[in-house]
């Protein structure tokens, strides 16, 4: 009677003790109590291929003996006809100690027990686990997304460079999330946006001393933008881990959305101004005009010398610069969202006193390189440079990182001062 059980590792060694006899299938099913089917079906499953040693015999065909003396034997001879064994091809189908393995040049199968019983103790997990994936598509998928995510990689910013990981992200993910790959080191924390962030308490700073914004406001901007609706919206802002500085001046380029800054130890208008100084004699007057001549930001006090930023040194109006309505961070969306970047790099608590401006442009580069889903994963880098072209980009700084080689970790700049 057949006890409808899996397989047991004694048993395998048995039916490898069978084929090194010449036992046929059906003598093999009997003496462990199975179907002759379950024998065939093991040992075509977990059997290995050993390939013939070709060097002499380049073509071999069951016709070698009978063909017409001299005649060639091409590779596509409509007349080949493959070899049979019927100890290989019949019962018991592996060949382990044949006794005319010495002379036979013609592939082998050869089964190995303990071999198999891995092969199935391994495929038996994956399939608990609930997965549909065999363990040897996982290890593959786990060591393309591993390194990846441990550089902060995204889910989809992995994908939508290995087209060859033939899952959807909602699947990946909740792989991941089910600790599929946990022994490869990824797990839930691998994730972007998992990590608990710090709850808004509801609390706001009031101004002490009120600067005046008229014809300067977001219903100004608006009104400017709708009779100008080819002039470029450039966003800008602050970031700083520390009030006494320094502090990242960040710009980004709504279009695209591609991202530069600078570092400053004063959070002035003068000093945040001086960027542009810096900017119109990097780039020239024209081009400058064409990049920056509107300028959105908020109500920072960094940032209210009005002045300051659209006059040029010789008196001249250089740009236009308009400002959110007070605590309506989200009237500059394109910059608040990729501050996400910085925060992968530059978390809160960590010192940007030891960086320097290489650093800041080192981090953008590789955010730039960042493919954007919305964007039909192209990345700003390639947005910016299809628009403005690749000149520009490295009279900022930025240059192209390959996808798989771009890290959103504090490791990027912060390693070599650890």
């Known amino acids: 009677m057949h006890n409808n059980t899996h397989l047991s590792l004694d048993e395998r060694k048995i039916i490898q003790v069978g084929i090194e006899n010449r036992s046929t ?43 017409k003396p001299g005649r060639s034997c091409p590779d ?37 027990a303990e071999t198999a019983h891995d092969e199935y103790r391994r495929d038996l997990a994956a399939v608990r686990e609930g997965i549909a994936l065999t363990a040897e598509d ?26 060859e990981i033939e899952l959807s992200e909602r699947t990946l993910y909740h792989y991941i ?38 014809g300067h406001t977001y219903e100004d901007y608006r009104k400017f933008h709708a009779d100008n609706p080819d002039t470029p919206t450039v966003e800008m802002d602050t970031v700083y881990n520390n009030p006494s500085g320094p502090y990242l001046q960040t710009f980004i380029f709504e279009k695209t959305p591609f991202m530069f800054g600078f570092l400053h130890n004063e959070r002035t208008s003068a000093s945040m101004a001086e960027s542009f100084d810096r900017l119109q004699k990097l780039l020239g007057s024209e081009l400058f005009a064409m990049l920056f001549s509107l300028i959105l930001t908020d109500r920072g006090a ?4 009005i002045r300051l930023f659209e006059l040029d ?25 990729n501050h996400n970047y910085v925060r992968d790099i530059i978390p ?21 390189s960042t493919p954007r889903r919305v964007f039909g994963d192209k990345s700003p880098y390639e947005l910016f440079c299809f628009l403005y072209g690749v000149e520009i980009a490295n009279l900022l700084n930025i240059h192209e990182v390959k996808r798989d080689n771009v890290v959103l970790k504090p490791s990027l700049i912060f390693a070599k001062r650890s």
């Open 25 to 67: 299938k059906k003598a093999i099913a009997d003496t462990i109590g199975k179907d002759s089917t379950t024998i065939a079906k093991e040992i075509r499953a977990h059997r290995k291929l050993k390939p013939r040693n070709t060097y002499n015999a380049p073509v071999l065909c069951a016709k070698r003996g009978t063909c």
């Open 76 to 112: 596509n001879c409509p007349d080949f006809l493959e070899p049979h064994c019927k100890y290989r091809d019949k019962s018991p189908g592996a060949c382990n100690k044949c006794t005319t393995s010495g002379k036979c040049r013609m592939d082998k199968f050869l089964y190995n």
């Open 138 to 163: 996982r290890d593959k998928i786990a060591s393309v997304i591993a390194p990846l995510l441990r550089q902060g990689q995204s889910v989809h910013q992995i994908m939508s460079a290995h087209k």
């Open 177 to 214: 999330e089910s600790g599929v790959f946990k022994s490869f080191g990824v797990d839930n924390f691998s994730l972007k946006e998992q990590v608990n962030r710090k709850q808004y308490k509801g609390k706001h700073k009031a101004r002490k001393s009120p600067a005046i914004y008229t």
């Open 302 to 305: 960094e940032f209210e010398k």
């Open 313 to 337: 040194s010789t008196g001249k109006t250089r740009l236009n610069i308009f400002y959110c309505d007070p605590m309506q961070s989200a009237q500059k969306p394109h910059v608040e969202n």
């Open 348 to 368: 809160n608590k960590y010192p940007l006193g030891c960086l320097t401006q290489a650093d800041i442009d080192l981090m953008f580069s590789h955010i730039n």
